[in-house]
Structure formats: C-alpha cells, structure tokens
C-alpha cells in the first residue's frame, strides 16, 4: 500500500532543498498524484505513444524513472514485443523501489547519472518531470547529445512544468496549482515548504524556451500532445 505524502505536514525550523531520498520514495506515489495536474493521464499516454514509435527489439530509456511509472505503461501496451527498456535514476531509493514493483525481463534498471548516459541506437527516450531538475546550463547540452545518439526517426517525450512569460498569467496558474493541492488534502503549510524546498533545485523553463532548445539541438519536429494549467508535455522526433 501506498504511504501518505506528510513529508511537510509539520513545521520545520529549517527547509533543506527538496530531494529524493528514502523518504520521499517512500510516498511518491501519493506525492506526484496529488501535486501534478494530469498525471493520471500523461503516464498512460506515454506507454501508448512510446509502444506506438518502438519497433521491435528496439531500444527505450526511461530517464529520471522514479519508481518506474512510465516504464510500467510503456511495457503493458508493448504487450509481448521483444524490446530493451532502460530505466535510469540517480536516486538509490528509487531504483530500489521500482525494482520490487516491475520484473519484467525486458526492463533493465540502472541508479546512475542522465547526463553521464549513453543514448546511442535509442528509438525512443521519455523524460517525465526531469528536465526542470538538471542544472539549466546542462540541458541543451544533454538534449543535444540524444538527439546525435538516438537513431534516425526517433522519439523524444518530454513532461515538464513550464512558466509564463506574462507575469499575470504565470502567477494566475501558479495559484490555481496550488488550489490544485489544497483541494487534495495538502495544507497551507505543507504547500508554502514544499514551494521553499523546490526554489533552488527545480529551475522552469517556458514552452517557447523548450522548443527552442528542441530547435537548437537540431530535432526536425516538436508537437505539444498535453498541456495543463502550468504542465506540458511533448513529442519532439529527431
């Protein structure tokens, strides 16, 4: 059975920045369902979407997997195609976990660094809720890198939570998110620390900045498939 997220439920004399450790595998289930808008829907639509683009014994990487929710969609609507699925996560306490609740032998799962990871022969690559935790100055770097590595025609799938260049319209969705959280049990309080906690490790891009990105690491196409409040998610194809 799933654990509670109650991680910020009581005051803390000091916010120490946010990371996922024991603890916060612990409740990550119930954590990330009840803090991002739509992610009952994108995880399903990410094991469609990747099925669809993965030929036979191709190759997956499931970055950033966390407790390998997307690792999981993707391998059921695979059904029984033969393929090889790299799940990968800097977080111990996450590979630990998803290793326990996905055996399948096409899933291989790996604790080791995104930005160290070799994409060379990938047909697809999904990075869900990642991208917004690498260093900003990194992140064209390593989107380029797929993009030389992965095969002809591949696929990149890319969640993230994304900023408004109106400050008006930023600040709008910003409080209707965090009604999103009062509205799923989550307090005042707990939403105010888990927001101090985010500040200095999870940097946002806008949605012009991530297709420019796509643009500038030579992908020929990105599509928009998802979008929610201050949530977006896209196809981009190499």
């Given at each position: 059975m799933n654990k509670k997220d109650e991680i910020y439920r009581k005051v803390s004399p000091q916010i120490v920045d946010f990371a996922f450790d024991a603890a916060v595998a612990e409740v990550f289930?119930?954590?990330?369902?009840?803090?991002?808008?739509?992610?009952?829907?994108?995880?399903?639509?990410?094991g469609l979407?990747?099925?669809?683009?993965?030929?036979?014994?191709?190759?997956?990487?499931d970055l950033g997997c966390s407790l390998g929710a997307s690792s999981l969609a993707i391998l059921h609507q695979l059904r029984e195609k033969p393929v090889q699925l790299h799940a990968i996560d800097s977080s111990?306490?996450?590979?630990?976990?998803?290793?326990?609740?996905?055996?399948d032998s096409r899933c291989a799962f790996?604790?080791?660094?995104?930005?160290?990871?070799?994409?060379?022969?990938?047909d697809v690559v999904v990075m869900n809720y990642v991208l917004q935790f690498i260093a900003p100055e990194k992140r064209l770097k390593l989107v380029s890198r797929m993009q030389e590595q992965m095969n002809p025609g591949a696929l990149l799938i890319v969640s993230e939570k994304i900023r408004f260049t109106d400050e008006a319209v930023d600040e709008l969705f910003t409080e209707i998110h965090h009604?999103?959280?009062?509205?799923?049990?989550?307090?005042?309080?707990e939403v105010s620390q888990k927001r101090t906690a985010l500040e200095n490790v999870m940097v946002i891009d806008t949605h012009e900045q991530h297709y420019e990105?796509?643009?500038?690491?030579?992908?020929?196409?990105?599509?928009?498939?998802?979008?929610?409040l201050n949530w977006a998610s896209f196809m981009v194809t190499k």
């Open positions: 289930p119930d954590m990330v369902r009840r803090s991002v808008p739509g992610y009952e829907t994108v995880i399903p639509l990410t979407i990747a099925a669809r683009h993965a030929p036979e014994n191709g190759k997956i990487f111990e306490a996450m590979i630990d976990r998803a290793k326990e609740q996905i055996s790996y604790c080791a660094d995104i930005l160290d990871t070799d994409f060379t022969g990938a009604d999103y959280k009062r509205a799923n049990g989550y307090t005042e309080l990105r796509f643009m500038q690491a030579q992908f020929h196409d990105v599509k928009t498939w998802y979008k929610c």
